[in-house]
């Protein structure tokens, strides 16, 4: 891959300091990005998904996800790539702030303040405690769970370019299609035990 999935320690797993963006998602693809620094978005759940046993194949890392149609198994002793579940996102995304927010807002997000049509190049704003990039604003991020129990929906979490800044919250989760690919929806890597 030309460009590398860096990752920081957060808690006894790893996390993508930038969501992957469409350098990333094109390398693996043989596809050229049109905006290489731009989270890659309009990506469902299970093209995610895809993506993370993609990268783990290619770092000869054994796969964390396995298929039999749209069902997806985690296997989660793999050592390869992977969703963060949403109690780990919320734990990387707070870097041990108890607030809405890790910083202020207009330093830390890009969000409908900014008047912005499209997400901007990963790495804009100011990073939290972890060295974690754009957690709240510029895109969603796909989670691994469910948005309810038995709901086909999965997770995402941390507002977009296009939300007020009373949406781009710590805690603001929504679900979504998890075939679905949104202009606003983007996700980022994990690797390591489970919480």
Same mark, same amino acid.
């Given at each position: 891959? *030309?460009?590398?999935? =860096?990752? #920081?320690?957060?808690?006894?797993? =790893? !996390?993508?300091?930038? #969501?992957? $963006?469409?350098?990333?998602?094109? #390398?693996?693809?043989?596809?050229?990005?049109?905006?290489?620094?731009? @989270?890659? %978005?309009?990506?469902?759940?299970?093209?995610?998904?895809?993506?993370?046993?993609?990268?783990?194949?290619?770092?000869? !890392?054994?796969?964390?996800? *396995?298929?039999?149609?749209?069902? %997806?198994?985690?296997?989660?002793?793999?050592? /390869?790539?992977?969703?963060?579940?949403?109690?780990?996102?919320?734990? +990387?995304?707070?870097?041990?702030?108890?607030?809405?927010?890790?910083?202020?807002? +207009? =330093?830390? +997000?890009? $969000?409908?303040?900014?008047? !912005? /049509?499209? @997400?901007?190049?990963?790495?804009?704003?100011?990073?939290?405690?972890?060295?974690?990039?754009?957690?709240?604003?510029?895109?969603?991020?796909?989670?691994?769970?469910?948005?309810?129990?038995?709901?086909?929906?999965?997770?995402?979490?941390?507002?977009?370019?296009?939300?007020?800044?009373?949406? %781009?919250?710590? $805690? $603001?989760?929504?679900?979504?299609? @998890?075939?679905?690919?949104?202009?606003?929806?983007?996700?980022? %890597?994990?690797?390591? @035990?489970?919480?």
């Amino acid at each position: 891959m *030309s460009e590398d999935l =860096e990752l #920081a320690r957060v808690d006894g797993f =790893e !996390l993508g300091v930038f #969501a992957v $963006t469409e350098e990333q998602l094109g #390398a693996l693809l043989g596809e050229t990005a049109q905006h290489p620094r731009r @989270p890659a %978005v309009r990506v469902s759940w299970l093209r995610a998904i895809r993506f993370c046993n993609a990268a783990s194949e290619w770092e000869a !890392l054994d796969a964390a996800y *396995s298929f039999d149609g749209e069902d %997806v198994t985690w296997h989660r002793d793999a050592d /390869g790539y992977r969703l963060p579940t949403e109690r780990e996102w919320e734990l +990387a995304c707070r870097a041990g702030s108890t607030g809405a927010h890790y910083g202020p807002i +207009a =330093e830390i +997000a890009w $969000t409908s303040a900014d008047g !912005l /049509g499209t @997400p901007q190049d990963v790495g804009g704003r100011l990073p939290n405690l972890f060295g974690l990039f754009d957690m709240l604003g510029n895109v969603w991020e796909w989670c691994w769970d469910e948005f309810d129990i038995g709901d086909r929906r999965r997770v995402i979490r941390g507002g977009g370019f296009a939300d007020d800044r009373q949406l %781009v919250r710590a $805690t $603001t989760r929504r679900g979504a299609d @998890p075939r679905s690919g949104q202009r606003d929806v983007g996700f980022r %890597v994990a690797r390591g @035990p489970l919480d």
